[in-house]
């Protein structure tokens, strides 16, 4: 397929080559390289970007192409993370507990171990035992298949419910919202078995690769993220762009129309929903490794609400708009709330860019939602088709 | 020629207001039926029951040979065991082209997993220009359809029809908007379809009706206020009363 298809799709060739330049551009000038003209917290997040650009593409996908505004995205980027923090954890804790009791002359039996264990890791939350769901914690293989089974199985569960009982638009954004809340009610909760407020933590140590510096773990995790970006990208240009693509933009524009068609139109929806969802899911299990720390905040409902406004600012109804409006804003994000933009002084009143960040955003979505409805993709439409 | 569709007694009503009032009606297959009757007699509603867009209160709607019930079939089930549609206002997706709409309606599995391995074949390529040739759009096939003038549009949606290939054919208002050519064109195209499916067309201009010359059912209020030859049916004093005579 890829062959013909890329050829036929010249916009998607465009984007894998500048992916793989920026990536190569990267790894040369990293601290891994020795150069270090890019810091290794830089790489982190560069690659936490392109996390953020794949769940992007996703949003896009589910809502720019099929109409439907899932805001509870999120979620699913979520679990993915807490997936993959669990094991991430729990090897980490398991190297050192067999590490420190080691010393000890008698040998430890199995429940020591494990108490032991449970005690490092949920000592936070008043506990030592090991709650079910950490019943496949030990298995990395487990864990990864937990990163796509899980935000799979509940879209599908979520999705069927709400598209067979015909929810549309505004409500099942609500819906959605109501999703991604109540999952992160739950995560606060210190008995539900994920630390609670504390989430999971320690997640840039890779069991095994204790002794390997940061600087290659980051380029290492920043190449992963590069290589599912790119999987994803030339999966979703495919989805979007054959027949399915076209079902389900007519979905989008007049789903009762494309009923009379023929088209069983919940069945794409839910499709679409569950395929985004386990893609969202596999883009945070490659972030939170790169952030260190995964709590539930994370999953509160504002973030998939970022998540539709970078969509929105970048250009929806064109996958490429989705990776311009998440590098676009993320980065300008971490450049305001991080504290190095520099503060306006007006004379009577400090503007404070931490402070006045999301106001500076909510008024650009506002901005770009009634004067460029095509978002930043539009003007660079509008540039290449002059030239 | 035997009974394609039979629906009996079929009432349905919005907040008390019977827009159907205990309808019965019957189409062969093949066969041609022109549907006419007053602005409100509830011809559009009459497709709404059949297609499943609405549910009627009472009545029964039997399908096909082996007399399967409509009623409780979502609408693409209704549509895949072969009743197709032309909506009275044109809904054509504007935001894709002529060709990419004809390839939506175009008769070929309908289920996401289907519809991801599809691959162009010469066939459907074959059978889209064909279809555009016959409605006049072989020109137009690689525009978007939302450039479409209003008639060009009207005749997208009659060969997005034609491409679905149902059994069953409802067409509502088709020359809308027309020139007096082009109605020429859409009865041809109508009365050649019928020759082998069931056709039911709504329409208001009398002198389309009589080029279709087929047996014409009167709808008033609800039900059905006369039925035979339009010479028959535009003779009934009842008729002239509600309809002709305003
Ligand atoms: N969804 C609906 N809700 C309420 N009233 C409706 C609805 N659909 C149709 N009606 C009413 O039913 C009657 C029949 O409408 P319709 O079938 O569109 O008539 P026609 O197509 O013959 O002009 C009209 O009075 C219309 O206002
Ligand atoms: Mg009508």
Redesign the interface.
Known sequence: MSQTFITRHPSTLWVLAFLGLFTLLVSVFSEAAGVGLVSTSFVKTLGKTLCLCLIAIAMDVVWGYCGILSLGHFAFFGIGGYAIGMWLMYARTEAIVAQSLSANIIPPTDVEISTAIGNQIFGVVGSSDFPLIWSFAHSLTLQLLMVLLIPGLLALVFGWLAFRSRVTGVYLSILTQAMTLALALYLFQNDSGLRGNNGLSGLQNIPGYEETPQAFISIAFFWASSAALALGYVLFAWVTAGKMGSVIRAIRDDEQRVRFLGYHVESYKLFVFTLTAVVSGIAGALYYPQAGIINPAEVAPIASIYLAVWVAIGGRGKLYGAVIGAVFVSLLSSYFTGGSAPDINLGFYIVKWTDWWLVLLGLSFVAVTLLFPGGIASLFDKLTRKS | MSTLLEMSGVSVSFDGFKAINNLSFQIAEPEMRAIIGPNGAGKTTFMDII?G?TKPDEGRVIFGEKSISLLGM????I??VGV??K?QKP?V????TVR?NF???LKNP???FD??R?RKTKNGAQRIEELAERVGLIDELPRLSGELSHGQKQWLEIG?LLA?SPRLLLVDEPAAGMTPAEREKTTDILVNAAKTHAVVVVEHDMEFVRRLNCKVTVLNEGSVLAEGTLDHVTQNPEVIDVYLGR
Do not use: D, I, N
């Open positions: 297609t867009k979502s609408e693409s089930k549509a895949k197709g549609r909506f809904t997706f504007e935001a894709q990419e390839a939506l309606a309908r289920g996401p519809v991801l599809h997005m679905q």
